[in-house]
């Protein structure tokens, strides 16, 4: 199958600093890229849309001055946790399309903020 | 509203087949999905069916899609202790994009005893 990098795979940082997570997709160009989050034993959700040459499409809730995404090229995406606080460590999932059906999840950036 | 629901644990005896069930509320699903995650680990695209297939089969796993219920299933066979995972049951609405929006359920925690 495709491959979808993320990068760092984990990353701890002090409260009220802002962190950079970077998406890519290795052997596939995507025009739309997600990022999602997941707690402890819980399910994915959708936090928004990445889309590349416009603004990114968040999901309700999601708040956007906080999760700063670019998508600078076909194939990187970037989410920046910015003025991160502890209640914002989880695991952060990128996900990539290589074609309309198939769509591909990077291996996750696990977020600890002390 | 967009819901996909699983049940959350299954135990089964190695060698035995295992069957996950999910249930899903949107009608305009376009892709119908199951990913495997291991702990710590990203999400792996086992299978997907088209939602105007009624089956598909890969090997061990067997993907039986009932439209008009909105239930889709996951039969692995011959369960070994490497299918040990939780799966989740994904469905794809339909985008502005060239990739669609895809919501998960809450995963089922495979386990397998000997």
């Known amino acids: 199958g495709a491959v979808v990098s993320q990068h760092p795979s984990r990353v701890i940082c002090k409260s009220g600093t802002s962190v950079k997570i970077e998406c890519r997709s290795l052997d596939f160009q995507a025009t739309t890229m997600f990022w999602y989050r997941q707690f402890p034993k819980q399910s994915l959700m959708l936090m928004a849309t990445?889309?590349?040459?416009?603004?990114?499409?968040?999901e309700q809730g999601v708040e956007k001055d906080k999760f700063l995404i670019n998508h600078a090229s076909l194939t990187l995406s970037t989410l920046t946790v910015t003025s991160a606080h502890p209640e914002d460590s989880s695991f952060y999932i990128c996900s990539a399309n290589p074609s309309w059906a198939e769509q591909y999840f990077g291996p996750g950036t696990r977020l600890t903020v002390t | 509203g967009e819901d996909v629901e699983q049940s959350l644990f299954l135990s089964v005896r190695e060698g035995d087949s295992s069957v996950i069930n999910c249930t899903y509320t949107d009608s305009s699903s376009t892709y119908l999905y199951w990913y495997k995650q291991e702990p710590g680990a990203g999400l792996q695209l086992l299978t997907y069916i088209f939602s105007n297939m009624d089956m598909k089969q890969d090997q061990r796993l067997t993907v039986l899609l009932n439209k008009k219920d909105k239930h889709l299933s996951l039969r692995i066979a011959d369960t070994q202790t490497g299918d040990s995972a939780i799966y989740f049951c994904?469905?794809?609405?339909?985008?502005?994009?060239?990739?669609?929006?895809?919501?998960f359920g809450s995963g089922t925690r495979l386990s397998i005893r000997p």
């Open positions: 990445s889309n590349e040459g416009s603004k990114a499409t968040y």
């Open positions: 994904a469905e794809s609405l339909p985008g502005y994009s060239s990739a669609s929006k895809i919501i």
